[in-house]
């Protein structure tokens, strides 16, 4: 009995130890929003990474990774307001950072009485 008890234990273990290896090409997630808030009542921050495609270098790698920023800009602000604040013709990206293997975006969204506009 002690054996079976023992071998389902290390069993167990073993089980334990494969599912929690992760697989090759697998990808991790990586939060893309960095921070968001108002800063006036008409206007909203949003601050984004994005990455790039895989495989592109020098300036389609930048441009890629800003362009995934700024996606994430819009679907933070898709999540965040309702639908009477459309995130490309009321907000405006007002820099980009770019890094070694990111980029990040500073988004400001501005509309008037945009704080009534939060969805609820």
Request: net charge positive; glycine share 6%; proline share 4%.
């Amino acid at each position: 009995m002690k054996k079976i008890i023992s071998l389902m234990v290390v069993s167990l273990l073993l089980l334990i130890a494969a599912c929690s290896s992760k697989p090759e090409g697998m990808v991790t997630s990586v939060p893309s929003l960095i921070k968001e808030g108002f800063t006036s009542n008409t206007e909203y921050e949003i601050i984004c990474r994005g990455f790039p495609k895989e495989g592109l270098e020098g300036v389609q790698k930048d441009e890629s990774a800003k362009r995934a920023a700024l996606l994430n800009a819009y679907y933070f602000t898709r999540l965040k307001f309702d639908d009477t604040v459309i995130p490309d013709r009321d907000g405006k990206a007002e820099r980009f950072v770019i890094n070694q293997d990111h980029a990040v975006v500073y988004y400001t969204i501005s509309k008037p009485g945009l704080k009534s506009r939060v969805k609820k």
